[in-house]
C-alpha cells in the first residue's frame, strides 16, 4: 500500500512557504495513500524554544493541518513527542549515520553557521528525520525542495541498514511540486521564505489578518521592469509572487501573466493579496473554532496511539535484526 508520512516544525509561524510545498499538498494527496501527519515538535527543540511558545505552536499546527482541510478521520494526525519511538529509532540510526555525510548535510551548514556551539541535535537532525520517515514503512512524503538532501539520507540509511543487517526499512520517495517547492522571501527573493526570520514582512502566516496580508504583499520588493513576467533569472521577486499567485488561485502561472499582460504592478499585487486572503480566511475560521478544544486533544492522542503501534511494530523488527534481545 501507499503510505505518506510527513511534518511540519512548530519553529514558528507556519507561513504560506510551508503550505505551499508541504500542507497544501497533504490536502490536495490524502486521499491516495495511507497518511501519518505529525508535528515534529522535538525537531523544533534543536534550536532554543520558548517552553509557552513551544506549547502553543505545537497545537496551532496540528490545528491548522485539520483547518486547512487534513481529515483527522483518515490521517493519523500526532505530536511527535508522544510517540516514543521516534527518539529510540533515531538512536539506533545515528550508529549508522557517518559523522561525514552528516557534516555535508548543507541546511546544517546554513543553521550551524560554523559556530562550534549549536546543539548536537542540531547536527543529527537528519537522523530524526529519517526515523519519522521509516518507522511508518512510508513510500511517498511531500515535502518543500528543502528537504530533498534529509530525504536522500534517509534513503541511504534505510538500504545500509536493510543491507548490513536485515530487509527492515522501505525506501522513500519524495514529493515535491513543480512549482511552489521553494517560496522565497518577500523581502528578498534570494532567501527561502522562512518561519525563523527575523523580519515578520518577508512572510505571510497562515494566521496572519486580512489587513496585515494586503500590507505585506502591497509592501514585497519586485523590480524596476514593470512587467508581470515569469522569468527566475532576470525578475526573481516577480517570478516568486506568481507562484504564489498560482498556488493560491490554483491559475496557472501562463493564465496569471497573460491576464496581467501590458499592466505594472499595481493591481497584480492587489489581486494576488485577495487570492491569499480568500483561501486563508475559512482557515483561520475554523482555526480559532478547534485550537482550544477538546475535539483537537482527542485527535491529537488517538492519533498518537494508532501511530505508535505502527511504529512499535517497525522498531522491534530493527532492534530484532540488529540482536537486541526482545520478548
Ligand atoms: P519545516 O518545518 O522547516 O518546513 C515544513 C515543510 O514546508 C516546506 N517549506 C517550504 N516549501 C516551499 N517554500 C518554502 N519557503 C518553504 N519553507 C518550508 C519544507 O520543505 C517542509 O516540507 N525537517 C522538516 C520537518 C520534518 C519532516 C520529517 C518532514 C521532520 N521530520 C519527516 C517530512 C518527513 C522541516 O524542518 O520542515
Not at 545500509?160 to 511540486?177: D, M, S
Not at 508581470?228 to 526573481?236: L, T
Request: glycine share 6%; net charge negative.
Amino acid at each position: 500500500s501507499k503510505i505518506m508520512l510527513s511534518g511540519i516544525k512548530p519553529s514558528g509561524d507556519l507561513n504560506i512557504g510551508g503550505y505551499s510545498g508541504a500542507l497544501s499538498q497533504f490536502v490536495a494527496l490524502q486521499h491516495d495513500y495511507d497518511c501519518y501527519f505529525f508535528i515534529p515538535d522535538l525537531h523544533a527543540i534543536t534550536v532554543y524554544q520558548d517552553p509557552k511558545e513551544l506549547h502553543q505552536r505545537s497545537r496551532d499546527v496540528a490545528a491548522l493541518y485539520v483547518a486547512a482541510g487534513v481529515d483527522p478521520n483518515k490521517a493519523v494526525i500526532f505530536l511527535q513527542s508522544q510517540v516514543r519511538q521516534h527518539a529510540e529509532l533515531s538512536w539506533l540510526l545515528e550508529t549508522q549515520a557517518h559523522f561525514g555525510e552528516l557534516s555535508r548535510m548543507t541546511q546544517f551548514k546554513d543553521k550551524s553557521g560554523g559556530k562550534d556551539t549549536v546543539s548536537s541535535g542540531l547536527f543529527t537532525y537528519p537522523v530524526l528525520m529519517a526515523a519519522d520517515i521509516l518507522l511508518y514503512q512510508a513510500t511517498h512524503v511531500p515535502v518543500g525542495d528543502d528537504q530533498k538532501q534529509h530525504l536522500e539520507l534517509t534513503r541511504d540509511l534505510a538500504a545500509r541498514f536493510n543491507h548490513k543487517y536485515a530487509p527492515t526499512f522501505t525506501l522513500p520517495e519524495p514529493v515535491i511540486q513543480e512549482s511552489g517547492a521553494r517560496i522565497m522571501g518577500l523581502d528578498d527573493p534570494s532567501n527561502k521564505m522562512s518561519k525563523s526570520n527575523p523580519n515578520q514582512g518577508s512572510y505571510v502566516s497562515l494566521l496572519d489578518e486580512p489587513s496585515v496580508i494586503r500590507k505585506k504583499f502591497s509592501r514585497a520588493v519586485t523590480d524596476s521592469d514593470m512587467s508581470v513576467r515569469y522569468d527566475w533569472e532576470a525578475k526573481p521577486a516577480v517570478s516568486n509572487l506568481i507562484e504564489i499567485y498560482s498556488v493560491f488561485s490554483g491559475d496557472s502561472i501562463d493564465a496569471i501573466e497573460k491576464r496581467y499582460e501590458g499592466q505594472g504592478y499595481g493591481t497584480f499585487k492587489k489581486e494576488l493579496a485577495e487570492a491569499v486572503v480568500s483561501k486563508l480566511e475559512p482557515i483561520q475560521k475554523t482555526y480559532h473554532e478547534i485550537v482550544h478544544s477538546e475535539e483537537l486533544d482527542r485527535i491529537l492522542k488517538n492519533g498518537a496511539e494508532r501511530a505508535a503501534e505502527k511504529a512499535e511494530q517497525t522498531l522491534l523488527a530493527a532492534k530484532r535484526a540488529m540482536g537486541f534481545v526482545t520478548f
